[in-house]
């Protein structure tokens, strides 16, 4: 029998972090169990090519959703990294903090003590920012900067942003998080930064850190209530280890599946897949959230889109000059520019992310329009709809069943059709015009709610950002304690990964998922960073009556914030949310 001082199950973002930060002390013995392979690989390292490990079954799950049903019941792809880093590995490597009032709404919904002056420390000691700004990390191991921006698309969509009345912002990632400006990516000397490379490969060269890869964990062994260790399956062999601490990083479809297959989850579900309930959870697989986006695309009418290089010989020349030199266009994951706004006044901070391209392609490379063009990926950051992930009753160790309940709220429909009609209103501005030919979708002909809806059903994708499974709280429904992150009412396991977020962040999850585990690692060990002094809240004074502004002035720093998301309330499934 093995015995270890902690198991952590997955080696994605969280469990890469855990790993490292739980390994300081070389007297601490660590096991990682990954059910993927390794993730060295041209395809991964090269930035431009992140469509490609996407879709590759070596590095993807390739999860497919049940027929989502107020999307005509489409079913939506879901792809899952497989393999060390996990999705850290195959995403888009935009480093996206999000809104520091998205962690004084997660205190709100019960995850005491995770509000931005909380969390801006472990922000800030996972960062290495080249870029300037007064809140920002300096020698954390990710490396994150800004692309060249040498395209002048990028200028103009920014220019475009602030014609139109919205704030221009110098980073979204320090002071100021809305309005329109440059975008930040895990990039490190040409390469992706996963939490591979950063965290784990790190903690391995330690020596007290083992890794089993192509590892599947089946169960979570109990005594009781206490965890005492994990069962896997290794080249063909069920293999048992023990340790005094588990720790759940599966993500937030595959954590509440090992949790459902040990015993932890809703009675009825686990009795029906003939599971023994262990402990009956009825939060567990609940509460799945997730972001949606669209294309926007116009045609181009100079010839300075990306367009020249999507040939054969044009990715030749980029991936030729990238294995040499590390540099240029295969150096850059191309989302350079972005924006975050609000819908409609009424909103107190933004719900709408812009990633900019200045290229007219689909995120997973399979579309691409024939001639010049640019376009955003827009979408909304809070929506109501939620969803769950259950056992396949047949055979529980098939691949779960996902339904994220896309567009189940009426609030998400007027949201999504404001993302095109604000996204239009942007591509008319000067900047941004006299590049701007004809809208390649939705196109000129979807004008009406009735046309633009069915242009959502059609062709809304999910932007790979699933979260919130096993959600931090102390009502009914939460799965884990927010101060020590175990699960209610076992001792000895604790969930660490996005699935335990009660609420999604505005903007892309890998870096509020890199926070999460960074403030883990120290919850586990008690010992956490002090509050920041200086944690500042910026939010445009005039949010109640106006949808836009170009000066966010106002600084909610040791204001009573509840008091703000009490004005903005509405109800979902029987809870409250803002």
Same mark, same amino acid.
């Given at each position: 029998?093995? &015995?270890?001082?902690?198991?952590?199950?997955?080696?994605?973002?969280?469990?890469?972090?855990?790993? *490292?930060?739980?390994?300081? $002390?070389?007297?601490?013995?660590?096991?990682?169990?990954?059910?993927?392979?390794?993730?060295?690989?041209?395809?991964?390292?090269?930035?431009?090519?992140?469509?490609?490990?996407?879709?590759?079954?070596?590095?993807?799950?390739?999860?497919?959703?049940?027929?989502?049903?107020?999307?005509?019941?489409?079913?939506? *792809?879901?792809?899952?990294?497989?393999?060390?880093?996990?999705?850290?590995?195959?995403? +888009?490597?935009?480093?996206?903090?999000?809104?520091?009032? #998205?962690?004084?709404?997660?205190?709100?919904?019960?995850?005491?003590?995770?509000?931005?002056?909380?969390?801006?420390?472990?922000?800030?000691?996972?960062?290495?920012?080249?870029?300037?700004?007064?809140?920002?990390?300096?020698?954390?191991?990710?490396?994150?900067?800004?692309?060249? @921006?040498?395209?002048?698309? &990028?200028?103009?969509?920014?220019?475009?942003?602030?014609?139109?009345?919205?704030?221009?912002?110098?980073?979204?990632?320090?002071?100021?998080?809305? !309005?329109?400006?440059?975008?930040?990516?895990?990039?490190?000397?040409?390469?992706?930064?996963?939490?591979?490379?950063?965290?784990?490969?790190?903690?391995?060269?330690?020596?007290?850190?083992?890794?089993?890869?192509?590892?599947?964990?089946?169960?979570?062994?109990?005594?009781?209530?206490?965890?005492?260790?994990?069962?896997?399956?290794?080249?063909?062999?069920?293999?048992?280890?023990?340790?005094?601490?588990?720790?759940?990083?599966?993500?937030?479809?595959?954590?509440?599946?090992?949790?459902?297959?040990?015993?932890?989850?809703?009675?009825?579900?686990?009795?029906?897949?003939?599971?023994?309930?262990?402990?009956?959870?009825?939060?567990?697989?609940?509460?799945?959230?997730?972001?949606?986006?669209?294309?926007?695309?116009?045609?181009?009418?100079?010839?300075?889109?990306?367009?020249?290089?999507?040939?054969?010989?044009?990715?030749?020349?980029?991936?030729?000059?990238?294995?040499?030199?590390? $540099?240029?266009?295969?150096?850059?994951?191309?989302?350079?520019? +972005?924006?975050?706004?609000?819908?409609?006044?009424?909103?107190? &901070?933004?719900?709408?992310?812009?990633?900019?391209?200045?290229?007219?392609?689909? &995120?997973?490379?399979?579309?691409?329009?024939? +001639?010049?063009?640019?376009?955003?990926?827009?979408?909304?950051?809070?929506?109501?709809?939620?969803?769950?992930?259950?056992? #396949?009753?047949?055979?529980?160790?098939?691949?779960?069943?996902?339904?994220?309940?896309?567009?189940?709220?009426? #609030?998400?429909?007027? @949201?999504?059709?404001?993302?095109?009609?604000?996204?239009?209103?942007?591509?008319?501005?000067?900047?941004?015009?006299?590049?701007? +030919?004809? @809208?390649?979708?939705?196109?000129?002909?979807?004008?009406? #709610?009735?046309?633009?809806?069915?242009?959502?059903?059609?062709?809304?994708?999910?932007?790979?950002?699933?979260?919130?499974?096993?959600?931090? !709280?102390?009502?009914?429904?939460?799965?884990?304690?927010?101060?020590?992150?175990?699960?209610?009412?076992?001792?000895?396991?604790?969930?660490?990964?996005?699935?335990?977020?009660?609420?999604?962040?505005?903007? $892309?999850?890998?870096?509020?998922?890199?926070?999460?585990?960074?403030?883990?690692?120290?919850?586990?060990?008690?010992?956490?960073?002090?509050?920041?002094?200086?944690?500042?809240?910026?939010?445009?004074?005039?949010?109640?009556?106006?949808?836009?502004?170009?000066?966010?002035?106002?600084?909610?720093?040791?204001?009573?914030?509840?008091?703000?998301?009490?004005?903005?309330?509405?109800?979902?499934?029987?809870?409250?949310?803002?």
């Amino acid at each position: 029998m093995e &015995y270890y001082d902690y198991i952590i199950v997955g080696a994605g973002s969280a469990g890469c972090v855990l790993a *490292n930060r739980l390994s300081v $002390d070389k007297r601490t013995r660590i096991l990682v169990i990954e059910a993927g392979g390794d993730d060295r690989a041209t395809i991964i390292n090269m930035p431009s090519a992140l469509s490609i490990p996407m879709n590759t079954a070596r590095f993807n799950w390739g999860f497919i959703t049940e027929p989502e049903p107020h999307l005509d019941s489409r079913a939506m *792809n879901l792809p899952r990294g497989k393999g060390l880093g996990g999705s850290s590995s195959i995403n +888009g490597m935009c480093y996206v903090r999000g809104n520091p009032m #998205d962690y004084e709404l997660w205190s709100d919904h019960g995850a005491t003590s995770w509000n931005w002056a909380n969390v801006l420390p472990y922000f800030q000691r996972l960062e290495s920012a080249t870029d300037a700004g007064q809140l920002r990390g300096r020698s954390g191991p990710v490396s994150v900067i800004r692309g060249r @921006e040498a395209n002048p698309l &990028y200028h103009a969509f920014v220019s475009a942003g602030e014609q139109a009345g919205y704030a221009r912002s110098a980073n979204m990632n320090d002071l100021q998080h809305e !309005g329109f400006g440059p975008m930040e990516m895990t990039v490190k000397k040409g390469e992706r930064c996963s939490a591979a490379v950063a965290y784990l490969r790190p903690a391995m060269a330690r020596g007290n850190v083992r890794v089993i890869t192509h590892a599947h964990t089946t169960r979570i062994l109990f005594e009781g209530p206490k965890a005492i260790g994990v069962e896997y399956e290794h080249k063909g062999k069920l293999i048992q280890v023990h340790a005094p601490e588990v720790i759940l990083s599966a993500g937030s479809i595959m954590s509440p599946v090992v949790l459902k297959r040990s015993g932890i989850g809703p009675r009825a579900e686990l009795q029906q897949a003939g599971i023994d309930v262990i402990h009956d959870l009825p939060g567990v697989g609940e509460n799945l959230m997730d972001h949606l986006e669209l294309y926007v695309q116009q045609e181009c009418t100079q010839p300075i889109s990306l367009y020249p290089h999507m040939g054969l010989f044009g990715k030749a020349l980029i991936g030729l000059r990238w294995l040499l030199k590390r $540099d240029g266009l295969g150096a850059t994951n191309h989302f350079e520019a +972005g924006g975050n706004i609000r819908s409609r006044a009424g909103i107190s &901070y933004p719900d709408i992310q812009f990633h900019f391209l200045p290229l007219a392609i689909s &995120y997973d490379g399979k579309s691409l329009a024939k +001639g010049h063009g640019f376009q955003v990926h827009v979408g909304t950051k809070r929506s109501k709809s939620r969803g769950w992930v259950r056992l #396949d009753k047949t055979n529980p160790r098939n691949a779960p069943r996902v339904q994220f309940n896309y567009m189940s709220h009426e #609030d998400d429909w007027l @949201e999504m059709r404001a993302c095109v009609r604000l996204t239009r209103e942007i591509f008319r501005q000067p900047a941004i015009a006299a590049y701007a +030919g004809r @809208e390649l979708a939705p196109g000129p002909d979807c004008e009406s #709610d009735e046309q633009l809806d069915q242009f959502i059903k059609d062709k809304v994708e999910s932007a790979y950002h699933p979260c919130g499974t096993c959600r931090m !709280g102390t009502d009914v429904q939460a799965v884990v304690d927010p101060l020590t992150l175990r699960v209610h009412g076992l001792d000895g396991l604790r969930v660490v990964d996005s699935s335990i977020m009660p609420q999604a962040t505005a903007g $892309d999850l890998n870096a509020p998922t890199l926070m999460l585990a960074e403030r883990a690692a120290d919850l586990i060990l008690e010992n956490s960073q002090p509050t920041a002094e200086q944690a500042p809240m910026m939010l445009d004074p005039e949010w109640n009556s106006s949808q836009r502004g170009n000066v966010i002035s106002q600084d909610l720093s040791g204001t009573d914030t509840g008091a703000l998301f009490d004005q903005e309330r509405y109800l979902t499934g029987g809870r409250t949310y803002v």
